[in-house]
């Protein structure tokens, strides 16, 4: 019998309550996406600029502060620095004021500043995400976006007056249920990135109305009460198309991935006719402005990996990009160095975080800025930013003290260092980082198996980056499943056999595939020899691809057949039950690995109920499939905001020196491995290592089983699950961060058994829901036969007859015939389960 969810790692609300999601305030579902790509994030390079009324100078925001600056100019001049971070300035129409967004105290707030004097106000402060604020023309009112209303993405105006806000201000959206079935998005429409019409009576937003995939297309509504709303244009947008009206009122710009992979500056006229496009290149071209005059359009580009900021003429194309060389600081700045050594004393790749006293983070002003997507209140002010480096960086702070925090993966304790930076030089500072366990040395090559280097970030990724950003980590293997952001694929021109020229020894990047089904489940497709399976998704409603074929089930047949190993990504953040039927219940690995289609099985990944991703894979171990643990971080390695770094949740695998791909992947399909966010696991069973099988004669007996627990973060309980049970609770060292023991264990029946660790509550440097780690089973065949539960085994066939149904219920078939084989493939798993449960 398999205990409850609670039994195995106990209530996941309890476990994970300290750490919550930055600006939870937002109630779209999906929130990753529009973070990054809608709500503002640091980078080090420019982003969101305006031009001022005389077309002389910008303001943009850079490293979390506003600066100004003329384009023809090298110098930089801050105007805006702390306590938070500030973002998105438009211009007032007299030029005296700047409106701007501003992240603190756990919202953001719209507020103005004062160019003469300095002085910064509040004009919008309700504790809502208050972002993308646009000045009228008259200067008397801003347009903006919020989540004020219902967490909901809606357009407000307020009016301003001298001293700041007259009055509240007012939503001029429409509250409406849209009763289509989004998947990325509310089932609520939603508004955003409103631009005014020259004489202030309409403005020009985006809004998903009618629509089911993408953001939204263009819409003009009355500016003073939201009505007389059409639409003028529509394509898919993903949250960055921005569109901006020029003061001729003729004229509208905006960002466009139409019929490509980036986005680029496109032209359409202010009723949405026949766009043109204006820039090229495979990089995303963002956030245009206008010039006054019209002669000019200032963008955000990421041609060179970091963001940059770039004008356009647009008359004749030519482009010039804003470069700062000197930069003029409000407050007095220190510089100081840093490096970081091996035990020997050789510079090495690292993670690092730099904190001052405010909360804020800093990195150098060519790192690409990282910030994690959650965080405990009680532990800091804003989440927990970071930055990669060879080894060696450089940063100039303002002056006060700093914390400085220093990782590289789980194999390395964390060091952290307070240092006072004084104005002008400093002494460089020093970090040696001692070896947690050296699990190399014994064979071991740690692997994420689930990365995306593109996927719509604020960055421009390539596969020299990410071996960068996976030495860092001190990660061996990269999986890039390669995959659609809805109608893109980002990173389709990667793909190639083998590893990325990029690779050297003890690094490897490889592209694979994601292929993306909302209906039958997410599942990689790893060490793909001759090309990625495309389209690369099906079940997707209101498409040209609404069938439910491709199952998963031919899409492994097709991966198997060109030596490619595959398995289900992020799978479960609540525990299924097939008894409800008020949810949906059609994910299909326990079909398809009753087919024998499934090589792994993300044990850890990008879930937040690690507890029913356990149970599943509980219950399908007690029929007698063996499923091998492999882990993923869904990392979307382009992105300034994402949940973990590259290898956050890594897979270590037995397969001994020298690292090679195909001998890594058969290794991890055969089951020695073991998933983790942190802790290093060790185990054998009677002598047998992880993934091997333990024959015993009939009758009572006894294994030994010895263990092992290595951990650069505090665990709270070192566990033995034998057949879906914790058997054993081990002690563990005085630091909870060791183990070491040897138990004999009683079998009496086949079944498995694993060895787990886990924490009660988030803790750094595991940026997760909770310290985790877990090996693959050990197998134990007693008198040749097979583990089996029927209790287990019905339940899985309780839960294909709820995928029956909604299969039969389903009306986006292409042909008859298609109906009747995934009927077919539902009966033929349903069958071997019947037959393990007799």
Known sequence: MLLPATCL??????????????????????????????IPQVTSGPSGAAWSPDGGELVYSMQGSLWRQRPEDREARQITDGPGYDYQPDWSPDGRRVVYASYRDDAIELRLLDLQSGRSSPLVANGAVNIEPRWAPDGARVAYTSSAH???????????????????????????????????????????????????????????????????????????????????????????????????????????????????????TSDGDNPLQLTYGEFDATAPRWSPGGDRIAYVSNERGNTSLWILETTGGARREVRVERRRHLHPVGTVRLMVT????????????????????FAPDDAWRHADDGFDRSERRYEYGYFHTKGTASLTVPAGNYEIEVSRGPEYRVVTRSVDVMPGFNPPVR????????VEA?????????????????YRNDPTRLALQARAEDLHVVENLIVNKEGRVPDVAWFRAGPDPASRPGTLIVHGEEFHTSFWGHVGLLGLKEHLVLPGYAAYANTGLA?????????????????????????????????????????????????????????????????????????????????????????????????????????????????????????????????????LLGMTVDGKDLGGEVALPAGAR????????????????????????????????????SATATVRVPVDRSGWVLLRARGDKARYPTLDIFPYAT????????????????????????????????????????????????????????????????
């Open 775 to 838: 090996t693959s089973p050990i197998y134990l065949t007693v008198a040749g036969k097979p583990a089996r539960s029927p209790e287990d085994a019905r339940y899985f066939v309780r839960w294909i007859d709820r995928m029956r149904a909604s299969v039969d219920a389903h009306e986006g078939w292409n042909s008859d015939a298609e109906r009747v084989e995934t009927l077919d493939l539902l009966a033929r798993a349903r069958a071997e389960y019947e037959r393990r449960a007799e």
């Open 431 to 438: 970090v040696s980082l001692p070896v947690v366990d050296d």
């Open 547 to 679: 069938s439910l074929q491709p199952t998963n089930s031919r899409v492994f047949d097709i991966a198997h057949a060109q030596g490619a190993v595959t398995g289900y990504v992020h799978p479960y953040d609540a525990d299924p039950d097939p008894g409800d039927t008020t949810r949906a219940l059609t994910h299909a690995l326990p079909v398809d690995l009753a087919l024998g289609k499934v090589d792994y099985y993300e044990a850890v990944g990008f879930v937040d109920d690690l507890a029913a991703t356990a149970t599943v894979w509980y219950r399908l171990l007690n029929c007698g499939f063996r499923l091998a643990a492999g882990a993923g971080t869904d990392a979307m390695a382009n992105f300034a905001s994402l949940r973990g770094p590259v290898g956050m949740n890594r897979v270590y695998v037995r397969s001994g020196a020298p690292l090679e791909h195909r001998r890594w992947l058969s290794a991890l399909k055969a089951g020695r491995s073991f998933a983790t966010n942190g802790p």
């Open 342 to 361: 091996d035990a020997a004393g050789a510079q090495m790749p690292a993670r690092m975080s730099v904190v001052g006293s405010d909360g804020r983070s």
């Open 150 to 268: 219902e967490g909901l993405w809606h357009v407000f105006v307020v009016e301003v007056g001298a001293d700041g806000p007259k009055g509240e201000s007012s939503r001029i959206t429409a509250d409406r249920d849209s009763g289509l079935p989004r998947y990325y998005y509310h089932r609520k429409d939603q508004y955003f990135s409103p631009t005014w019409s020259p004489d202030g009576r309409e403005l020009l937003l985006v809004s998903n109305q009618r629509r089911v995939w993408g953001s939204g297309g263009f819409w003009r509504i009355d500016a003073s009460d939201g009505k007389n709303e059409r639409e003028i244009h529509y394509e898919e947008t993903t949250w960055k198309a921005k569109p901006d009206w020029s003061r001729d009122g003729r004229r509208v710009v905006y960002s466009s991935y139409l019929g490509r992979q980036w986005n680029q500056l496109w032209l359409t």
């Open 442 to 458: 014994r064979g071991w090559y740690s692997g994420d198996l689930h990365v995306h280097m593109n996927y719509g970030g604020a």
């Open 9 to 38: 790692l106990v209530a996941g609300g309890t476990l994970h309550a300290q750490r919550a999601g930055v600006l939870r305030q937002v109630k779209t579902p999906h929130p990753y996406y529009f973070r990054e790509m809608l």
């Open 702 to 737: 006894e294994v030994t089983v010895k263990v092992r627990l290595r951990s650069n973060v505090q665990v709270d309980h070192l566990e033995l699950v034998h057949n879906g049970r914790v058997i054993r609770r081990l002690p563990l060292a005085d630091d909870r961060r």
